[in-house]
T-cell receptor, first 114, second 111 residues
């Protein structure tokens, strides 16, 4: 149980394009989903917290117009990196929580912006 | 916001020895402290967690201790095995809706 998937797992795009990453909870309803960014050999940096049906709460320093988060249902949250630039290249990983404190991570999406 | 520091950044131990990883946090409101194991190329997996009303928790070879006064918590792995080799992250949560991670410890268990 408690499986979280992410799609795509890999994406390469040209600078200036937008990329959408999906995070799905497969066997449970996620009241809260989290989006993290992880640089190589570094920690997970919380970008935003999203609750179903409401606006995401962004961490300080994270541009909400750059990283659009939509939590449309209890099993799906999307992160759209708008007008991506090479500095946005990173590993983006989501997690989902059913109601308690335990969060379950997706496998991550590696984004490379050329 | 919360600031979590983790030490050491790398740790090598002989198989069978113990490994200890320490974290400190800054926000006294933090009340939930999970530990995650991340193997290369894989997603983080929760291995143990502790809440602020408990000072110690143990699960087989893994234990976590919490000192709320000093704002630090530690992960203890006993009888280490090669498959324990991974990156370990601590985290602190002040609200339940935000999780702040430490910088990670790369643990290598030498057979």
């Amino acid at each position: 149980g408690a499986v979280v998937s992410q799609h795509p797992s890999w994406v390469i795009c040209k600078s200036g394009t937008s990329v959408k990453i999906e995070c799905r909870s497969l066997d449970f309803q996620a009241t809260t989903m989290f989006w993290y960014r992880q640089f190589p050999k570094q920690s997970l940096m919380l970008m935003a917290t999203s609750n179903e049906g409401s606006k995401a709460t962004y961490e300080q320093g994270v541009e909400k117009d750059k990283f659009l988060i939509n939590h449309a249902s209890l099993t799906l949250s999307t992160l759209t990196v708008t007008s991506a630039h090479p500095e946005d290249s990173s590993f983006y990983i989501c997690s989902a929580r059913q109601g308690g404190e335990t969060q379950y991570f997706g496998p991550g999406t590696r984004l490379l912006v050329l | 916001g919360e600031n979590v520091e983790q030490h050491p950044s790398t740790l090598s131990v002989q198989e069978g020895d113990s490994a200890v990883i320490k974290c400190t946090y800054s926000d006294s409101a933090s009340n939930y402290f999970p530990w995650y194991k991340q193997e290369l190329g894989k997603r983080p997996q929760l291995i143990i967690d502790i809440r602020s009303n408990v000072g110690e928790k143990k699960d087989q070879r893994i234990a976590v201790t919490l000192n709320k006064t000093a704002k630090h918590f530690s992960l203890h792995i006993t009888e280490t095995q090669p498959e324990d080799s991974a990156v370990y992250f601590c985290a602190a949560s002040p609200t339940g809706n935000q999780f702040y991670f430490g910088t990670g410890t790369s643990l290598t268990v030498i057979p």
